[in-house]
């Protein structure tokens, strides 16, 4: 069965940092490329940033390059994003994606609150 689980979201004022983690299971994770997308309310769904199977490319929004930063440990087939200078428009339901081929998978998503 595969799963995507998502944690480490919260409440953090403006400035702040957050990790975010992502558990994998049920697939071999090592082939596949890993996102992190976010929704917040009243808009689509947009891409934050996406790592891929082996850890050596990385690509980021215009929005959030310079402060978050995604990784994977394929060792322990999990993803992060790590989120610094947050600021109240970074808030939204994170969510973690795996894609191979075919194969695209969703998490149930994280909550990210920034507000003071």
């Known amino acids: 069965q595969v799963q995507l689980v998502e944690s480490g979201g919260g409440l953090v004022q403006p400035g702040g940092s957050l990790r975010l983690s992502c558990a994998a299971s049920g697939f071999t994770f090592r082939r596949y490329a890993m996102s992190w997308y976010r929704q917040a309310p009243g808009k689509e769904r947009e891409l934050v940033a996406t790592?891929?199977?082996?850890?050596?490319?990385?690509n980021y929004a215009d929005s959030v390059k310079g402060r978050f930063t995604i990784s994977r440990d394929n060792a322990k087939n999990t993803v992060y994003l790590q989120m610094n200078s947050l600021k109240p428009e970074d808030t939204a339901v994170y969510y973690c994606?795996?894609?191979?081929?075919?194969?695209?998978?969703w998490g149930q998503g994280t909550q990210v609150t920034v507000s003071s």
């Open positions: 994606n795996a894609v191979f081929a075919s194969y695209n998978y």
């Open positions: 790592i891929s199977s082996d850890g050596g490319s990385t």
